[in-house]
């Protein structure tokens, strides 16, 4: 998989490229992530990218021609990439567009900064308009990071021991409760089943946890 990040802020992205499980797979070529600086696309010497909003108000908007010829330029290196806009308005991440999205070969994120890109980006150059969720963030380069963690962990290859299929979501639930050593600490227990040596009981019981927690905690996962 082949991310390539517009972005005004292409150091952000070392933050998941040096550690970690994304680094692991950068490491292993599974994965690339190459960044665009956008400002290389500007047309004036002051190297700006917005401008102020028609209709007025506050904040900048960030300008079609430079995003629409970074994207071209992107597109020559990789015409099937899909692109996507990284914004409150879009449709919501969760699990299952993780999945959709790990299917692609080359993914092309568009991070925006100010009021956002002007609204003819979306209309014409973008393939899925993505929210990382029902809050704003300062601008589209956390989200991209969220997305290609999200995706990076469902490529083959990508986890080692860690048992990725059955974590959160997987089975449209949460993931059971998780306990390690000492047996006891401040008067607390490990639970006495996953001690008991019987693997089919322990699964069972894991299982019975999904449920309970998904009931007591995320009961709107349970009614779709
Ligand atoms: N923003 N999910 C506004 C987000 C966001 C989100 C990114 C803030 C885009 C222009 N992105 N900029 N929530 O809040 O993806």
């Not at 568009?110 to 990382?132: A, F, K, T």
């Not at 956390?142 to 080692?160: T, Y």
Request: aromatic share 6%; charged share 25%; hydrophobic share 35%.
């Amino acid at each position: 998989m082949k991310f390539e990040i517009i972005t005004l802020f292409p150091e952000m992205f070392s933050a998941i490229k040096n550690e970690g499980i994304v680094a692991r797979a950068i490491k292993k070529s599974i994965i690339s992530i190459s960044e665009w600086q956008l400002r290389d696309f500007s047309s004036n010497k002051y190297k700006n990218i917005d401008d102020k909003p028609y209709g007025g108000g506050g904040g900048m908007v960030m300008q079609v021609k430079p995003i629409r010829d970074c994207i071209v330029k992107i597109k020559e290196q990789t015409p099937e990439t899909k692109v996507i806009y990284l914004s409150p308005q879009g449709q919501a991440l969760n699990q299952s567009l993780v999945e959709k999205l790990s299917s692609f070969d080359s993914l092309t994120l568009l991070c925006g900064r100010y009021e956002g890109v002007d609204e003819r980006i979306i209309e014409n150059d973008i393939d899925y308009e993505v929210s990382i969720g029902d809050y704003v963030i300062s601008g589209g380069e956390l989200a991209a990071m969220v997305l290609i963690d999200s995706v990076s962990r469902r490529l083959p290859n990508v986890l080692g021991n860690e048992d990725s299929l059955k974590d959160s979501f997987t089975d449209n639930l949460l993931d059971h409760p998780h306990y390690t050593r000492p047996e006891t600490i401040d008067g607390q227990s490990v639970p006495s089943v996953l001690l008991s040596g019987n693997q089919a009981k322990i699964d069972a019981w894991r299982h019975e946890q999904s449920n309970k927690k998904t009931k007591q905690k995320r009961p709107d996962l349970l009614i779709k």
